[in-house]
């Protein structure tokens, strides 16, 4: 197995400014390297990612909201407890992706796969989704008011889209 390559979020940033987009075996890590809370988690907020590639990789807290990540790659990446609240994920493939606990809320989805992923506890409120992909995902269920993603998985193999 291939060693990952460690790279802080600033010089990821730099780095596709710099025509790099393919980041596969990274594990993008805290700029403080200590155990961080989730409500200060690195940012890709707002962020133009369109057709990054995160492959087999890890980005774990980090918060992509509002951040444009059309065409963007992430399987096989972990990125549990991240935020994606209100992102464009066009054309978008979290195959294979640990997706625990991650949110969605008010994403925009289109053609995006989600296939063989674990999205226990994920949060899709108020999303999208249009042409997405479940098959095989793993999902505990969750207690409580809000829908769980496998009661979203199983309305919208029932023809649901609309979630808001």
Do not use: W
Not at 8 to 29: A, M, T, W
Request: charged share 30%; aromatic share 10%; proline share 2%.
């Amino acid at each position: 197995m291939e060693k990952p390559n460690l790279i802080y979020p600033k010089e990821l940033l730099k780095r596709y400014s710099d025509g790099q987009k393919d980041f596969s075996n990274y594990h993008v890590i805290p700029q403080d390297s200590s155990i961080i809370e989730i409500s200060q988690r690195s940012s890709f907020k707002r962020k133009d990612l369109r057709g990054l590639i995160l492959k087999n990789g890890k980005a774990m807290t980090f918060s992509f909201e509002n951040a444009n990540l059309e065409n963007a790659i992430f399987d096989g990446t972990e990125l549990s407890d991240s935020s994606f609240e209100g992102a464009i994920l066009k054309n978008v493939s979290f195959n294979g992706c640990k997706l625990k606990n991650t949110d969605f809320t008010n994403a925009r989805f289109e053609n995006t796969d989600f296939s063989n992923s674990d999205i226990s506890l994920a949060k899709f409120e108020g999303t999208k989704l249009e042409n997405a992909k479940f098959e095989n995902c793993v999902e505990e269920k969750v207690e409580g008011e809000r829908m769980s993603s496998g009661q979203i998985i199983a309305e919208y193999t029932q023809g649901r889209r609309d979630f808001t």
